[in-house]
């Protein structure tokens, strides 16, 4: 019943936009930080963004800063990525995490996490 689900990866060409989503169901995602974590082919898995509980604070990687946008409707029970201007380094599988009361550092940072989507590709190409 506990699940995350993540949608809305695809194909796009460098420079283009997708809009990521992770949904919740069977809990609700208002005393969770929630986190998008990526990994490509051959590369640790890295966070890409987190953003707090209640306060909202975000966290991105310096390679996504003014390109990626996370946000959350908690009302909807879902959080986004935004992402805008892709680059071919931007490939990979994209993965939605949370965490109970935690931060976006916690997440982020320290990778403090309690549970894991499935993950969405995301493949920027010509």
């Known amino acids: 019943q506990v699940q995350l689900v993540e949608s809305a990866g695809g194909l796009v060409q460098p420079g283009g936009s997708l809009r990521l989503s992770c949904t919740a169901s069977g809990f609700s995602l208002d005393v969770y930080a929630i986190g998008w974590f990526r990994q490509a082919p051959g590369k640790a898995r890295e966070a890409v963004s987190c953003i707090s509980y209640r306060d909202r604070s975000t966290y991105y990687v310096d390679s996504v800063k003014g390109r990626f946008t996370i946000f959350r409707d908690d009302a909807q029970n879902t959080s986004y990525l935004q992402m805008n201007n892709l680059k071919a380094e931007d490939t990979g599988t994209y993965y939605c995490?949370?965490?109970?009361?935690?931060?976006?550092?916690?997440?982020?940072?320290?990778?403090?996490?309690?549970?894991w989507g499935e993950g969405t590709q995301v493949t920027v190409s010509p």
């Open positions: 995490t949370i965490a109970r009361y935690g931060t976006s550092w916690t997440l982020c940072v320290n990778g403090d996490t309690d549970f």
